[in-house]
């Protein structure tokens, strides 16, 4: 099975659950449809192969049956796959023309003026930190010192990538005091198949690998002040909420045949399939939301603020 994750399917998962000779599995068309299994030495956990979850409990008959609803999966599957590949034609197609929208976008913000119509006297103020603000999802990933930084934000733009399956993102920062890095990218790459009628996931990559921040100017970087009655202090500094630990991706390492992992190795290689998921929802959400929209988004917020 593939985990579904928005536009992408993501990490194959095994099925786990305890075997006993009772089971019947549901929704096959009554019980002449199922042959008796007898009862199997040692009831335990271990994972149920793709013959017997499909076939083998299941009467000839019926196994025929399934046999061709898989071929006509295929092929629907197989037309989807040539959906998705003319679809990422249009989109490059396309991309040129949206690509000098932006810009014209970009010029308005920044320089008050407009290569289509009438000139304005002043620039927009805080366009990207306040659409940035009034997404619902993405100001939720931002902490009060990263509001500071986003004040110099100039640009997020969107494009394909030119080799390989995907998309980029690209975070432009005008000279500030808080990192040395102007540009920020996130590229989201996609393997060259589809499953469940979903785009795969291949990896995720930033560039570059670490923001080279300013001393004491990393938004993430929390410092805990403790005071003790004898007069001693204590410092201790953690990682927090921040809007750019975006641009520190986790890495899920794969596992090697056979290995068995401890009960705290699930939960944890669960918790960064959890982190790279929502990495990705956010991803699609600047792509196909937030730039897109970015000025609808900036209007609701001075409304509201």
Not at 19 to 32: N, T
Not at 84 to 93: A, G, L, P, Q
Not at 188 to 205: A, D, F, P
Request: glycine share 6%.
């Amino acid at each position: 099975l593939m985990v579904r994750i928005g536009k992408v399917a993501m990490f194959p998962v095994r099925i786990f659950r305890r075997r006993r000779r009772e089971e019947i599995p549901a929704g096959l068309g009554g019980e002449d449809n199922v042959e008796a299994v007898g009862p199997r030495e040692g009831d335990d956990w271990e994972p149920l192969t793709e013959g017997e979850i499909v076939g083998a409990r299941i009467k000839p008959k019926l196994r025929e049956r399934l046999g061709t609803l898989a071929q006509l999966q295929d092929r629907y599957e197989g037309f989807q796959e040539q959906y998705f590949t003319e679809s990422e034609k249009i989109e490059r197609r396309y991309q040129p023309m949206l690509q000098k929208e932006h810009q014209r976008r970009q010029t308005l913000v920044h320089t008050g003026k407009f290569k289509i119509g009438e000139k304005l006297s002043k620039t927009i103020p805080d366009y990207w930190k306040t659409a940035l603000l009034t997404h619902p999802t993405i100001s939720q990933l931002m902490n009060s010192r990263d509001l500071a930084i986003l004040g110099y934000l100039k640009d997020v733009r969107t494009s394909l990538l030119k080799n390989e399956k995907g998309f980029k993102l690209e975070f432009e920062f005008s000279e500030n005091p808080y990192m040395n890095d102007r540009v920020l990218t996130k590229e989201y790459v996609m393997q060259n198949r589809i499953s469940m009628g979903q785009n795969i996931l291949k990896e995720i990559r930033c560039k570059p690998d670490t923001i080279a921040w300013n001393a004491m100017k990393d938004p993430a970087l929390v410092t805990i002040r403790r005071n003790y009655k004898n007069g001693t202090i204590s410092r201790e500094v953690k990682l927090g909420q921040s809007f750019f630990n975006l641009f520190s991706p986790l890495d899920l390492p794969p596992i090697a045949p056979g290995t068995q992992l401890s009960e705290q190795e699930i939960q944890a290689r669960q918790m960064i399939e959890r982190e790279i998921q929502f990495d990705l929802d956010v991803g699609f959400i600047f792509k196909d939301d937030l730039i897109p929209q970015a000025s609808r988004y900036y209007q609701t917020g001075l409304s509201k603020h």
